[in-house]
């Protein structure tokens, strides 16, 4: 189409046309709708032409018909900025109240903010992030990058964003599980899988696969409702009509856990509910393994431990059959701490005094030294317990995992 044919299509004038063209003017949102219908765009086109408008009617029609998408495809919403706020306010440990004061805004302002109805202004924006002592990274992201208040229209390949997916595991194996970045990381390639999802299994796949890896390091670092949050936007997608995956237990086991630890008293019986119709699923050794040691603790929890015993016993017995020695290990360490709490710290320490070709990281070293401590003090012999507990202390204070303090600082009141 000729730029005359286009602005008379459109009821534009040519010259208007010209300097949006030339980028020397912005159009109207009116008048970009009354443009891209002229041009009989596709949807996905539109809504790129509207994410490069800076302007916050266009970023809020924008996210109005990501949410339409996702309602009519019943997936979840695509994860954005304001998701983002709440991670890092999250991992300061503030409530919407607590973090609210920090820019001077009510609670209900920052609601608002982390469910991305409304954006900050950037001096709020700048505020805020101060206060929760955001990275640099995720204050460039949250500013001008990809979850400012105007998505991004660029697009990433299923194969682009394996390989991304791929490097962030083998970070995180060199770091140990400790990269500061793992939220940022994670909600972007999330948003980046969103679309994909929406297109093919294929892509579907992919978004459950990132997902279930950010729930299991969000369960790492012990903020089990967010890890539950995480859990159930991939067991949304978790559908017959795809083919059952390694990584889907790892939502089911990360929100058992949540669920069992939910709320002001411990209910193991929500966890073990969550588990049990999964368990024939669990055909690989390694995750069977783990799905018995978790209902061997819920079933020890509920003061059954004859046959939390037998589980964990099970559980060991199906590690070994995997070949894998780090899954041995830890299903040994999950009997021991059974045993422990069968009132057997003797068995404890003669299971963990056993020689393991594994090398444990440091928050399996951090567990390990704990319950060691644990067992010490149950036999009465307070100088191993005290050591094993300042060992403990010294790796929470050299790598600065501060979610492993306060089962620390617990086992010290009682020293």
Known sequence: MTMAQTAERAGLHRATLHRWEKGQAQPRLSELDALLSALEVSEPQRQSALSLMDAPRAARLVWREVRQIAAQMDISMMPHGGDLLRAMRMRRGLSLEEASRHVEVTGGTLRRWEKMEVWPSPGQLH??????????????????????????????????????????????????????????????????????????????????EVYAHHTQQLCNHERLAEANGIAERAMELMTGSLQTKHFWLYPVLV??????????????QRGLEILRPWLAEARWPDMHAWMLASMAKYMGMQGDMEVALTLAEQAYQ?????????????????????????????KTLVLLAEREPYE????????????????????????????????????IDTYHIDYRRPRAEKLAARL
């Open 255 to 268: 929100s058992a856990r949540a669920n069992t630890f939910r709320g002001a008293g411990d209910a193991p």
């Open 360 to 395: 444990a990281g440091v928050l399996d070293g951090i567990d390990v030294a704990l319950l060691r401590a644990e067992a010490y003090l149950a036999t009465g012999d307070l100088v191993f317990a005290r050591n094993w507990l300042q060992c403990s202390l010294n790796d």
């Open 127 to 208: 505020r805020l992030c101060f206060a929760l002592q955001a990275h640099e990274e995720e204050i460039v992201a949250l500013t001008v990058g990809r979850f400012s208040h105007t998505p991004r229209s660029e697009k990433a390949t299923l194969d682009a964003l394996c390989e991304r997916f791929h490097n962030q595991m083998g970070l995180e194996r060199s770091l140990s599980g400790h990269d500061p970045l793992y939220e940022l990381t994670y909600f972007q390639m999330e948003a980046d899988a969103w679309p994909l999802a929406l297109q093919s299994a294929a892509g579907k796949q992919m978004l459950i």
């Open 318 to 346: 199906v590690a070994e059959k995997s070949g894998l020695d780090s899954e041995r290990c830890h299903r040994k360490w999950d009997k021991a701490a059974l045993l422990l709490k069968a009132g057997h710290p003797d």
